[in-house]
């Protein structure tokens, strides 16, 4: 019960509610918990009734103190290392300043006064009762009527009322001493986010933040708060990187960013995928992640920059980068490129470094259907229209196995177009491996033979065809294959209808190689004889024999942005080649 002659509580009950002191509110708050943690259950029904109003007044006062009374300064102790209790007691309290003068003050001094009405009801009924700390209990009367309580005063037919029998029971939790429930103030605990941690809850909506739970704590990369939220079974947080800007945003978001990495990294994934972009805001009141947010751009990590994003609010956050380009080849780039080599070699590698802890096999079934698939890929597709194009009918109808691997983690698979009795001219060829987590897609077209090619196209079309690749149609052929990579192959050890979290970048590299050396001496082809560059423009490369690009992104995406991120890719990939001549386009 809340001392009646405390000296504290007459403050609260006289001082104006704009400015409070650390301690006063420390004590009210702590006491306005004891009389709802520590109930008692009086058996009279009026001091019944004026316990409950008393408590429920008393927590109301305490809910809008803790959301509408923000910190305003601090003043320093004399102790080294204070502790929670000392830093509140120095603090001094005032309301948010966009609602001073308005209606939540009003209401904050209308809660108050409610709650010293319902107080000094409870105080002056325990009184007549005798029932204060230090005062006798009424005698109890040897009647009781039939619910056990004791009879009301009543007149003994001289005159004389005798006084209320009165008793009452502690109403109590199954613990018998039930734990003290802490108060924790807005950055408390970490000396070092204290005014990172307030500005930013000042300035942000208190009913949407809710109330502080924990201390500043430690959490991997980030210091982090935890707010309870009432009304949402999704918390809030506080969280920053050491001197950097503090953000807020949905526990759920926050559990995203510290598990990314399929949780390898032992929770520092806001090491790898950083903070909320939010936090680079310098309006205060836009350093938040709303709880309906679906998309949230992060600033990025050791990773790079990247995105959470979910498809509704039911389904799970996940991450992916943000397409970033550089000339770096990766560890799987001349996979599967064993003797003999074609003239002209067109592919696109995917890396899925997923991280599942399964190991992904290729069953029957789904070999079967990579099969049938195949004939009606993009891939194949472009096989034929490059024929088609120069007027022949060279189609690429039959799949079959190839010499690079099939078995439970691994299918390979040709398509070859040739004339009869003649090598093959053109090839497609898909690759996939699948070792532990990671999975490796290839898809490629290869110009086996110029000659042979174009021998083929005479055969076919009755007429001499030129046999260099446009722009164009290398822009088409990766294209497909970066279609059949990314879709089509994956689908073959994927059994699931989400794609796993990731356990690192992914990536995407695509590489046009001439590789024949018909004068049995370096150097190779050069490019120009086999693809027509011109309208590239010029170049300070004496020897071009390959473009390669390597891309971090999400492999999979709807065409639309495929080949917008195509197009930014061979624009990039051209340039890092040296020819930066101005208004000149791939594509």
Known sequence: MLPPQASWLRTLRTQGLFVVSGHINRLYLEAADALDTDQIWFVDPELHKAEIACRESALQLRRSMLLLLVVDRIENTKEEHPSPSQIQDAATLVIREPLRGGEEEKRLYDLRDAF?????????LLNESRLLPGQAAAPERDKQDGFGSASRSSDDGHGIRSEPTLRWQPRRSSF???????????????????????????????????????????????????????????PMVICARPNGAAVAMPGSVLGALQTAGGGTHE????????????????????????????????????????????????????????????????????????????????????????????????????????????????????????????????????????????????????????????????????????????????????????????????????????????????????????????????????????TPPWAAVPTVELRIKAEKDHSGAPPSLNLSELLDLTPLGTTDRHQLNVF?????????????SRRALLEQALDHMRQGYGFIDPHVAWY
């Open 116 to 124: 010293f009405d319902a107080y000094d009801r409870l105080i002056r």
């Open 176 to 234: 018998d001493n039930p734990p003290h429930r802490p108060h924790f103030m807005v950055g408390g605990g970490e000396p070092s986010q204290q005014h990172a941690f307030t500005e930013l809850f000042n300035a942000l909506t208190p009913s949407v933040l809710g109330l502080p739970c924990s201390d500043v704590q430690p959490s991997g990369a980030v210091f982090v708060q935890h707010f309870e939220r009432s009304w949402s079974t999704d």
């Open 548 to 560: 390669a690009i390597t891309i971090n992104t999400s492999p999979s995406m709807n065409d639309a």
């Open 267 to 498: 929770g520092n994934g806001v090491s790898l995928i950083g903070l909320p972009s939010a936090a680079t805001c310098s309006n205060l009141k836009d350093r938040i992640v709303v709880e309906e947010s679906d998309c949230i751009q992060l600033d990025g990590g050791t990773w790079g920059a990247g995105q959470l994003s979910r498809a509704s609010s039911r389904q799970p956050w996940r991450w992916d980068p943000a397409p970033a380009m550089d000339f770096n080849q990766t560890r799987n780039a001349e996979n599967w490129t064993v003797a003999p080599a074609p003239d002209l070699r067109i592919r696109v590698l995917a890396t899925f470094p997923f991280a599942d802890s399964n190991h992904f096999v290729i069953s029957p079934e789904r070999r079967q259907e990579l099969i049938e698939k195949l004939s009606f890929s993009h891939i194949a597709q472009a096989l034929t229209i490059l024929s088609q194009r120069r007027g022949a009918d060279l189609p690429a109808r039959t799949w079959t196995r190839g010499s690079n691997g099939n078995d439970l983690n691994s299918a390979n698979y040709v398509c070859q177009v040739s004339m009869p009795d003649s090598p093959p001219a053109l090839s497609a060829e898909v690759m996939i491996t699948a070792r532990h987590s990671t999975v490796i897609t290839c898809a490629e077209v290869r110009l086996e033979d110029a000659g042979t090619w174009s021998k083929a196209l005479h055969r076919s079309s009755k007429r001499h065809q030129f046999t260099r690749l446009t722009l164009e149609e290398i822009k088409e052929v990766l294209f497909s294959a970066w279609t059949t990579a990314a879709e089509t192959l994956p689908a073959a050890v994927l059994t699931s209808q989400s």
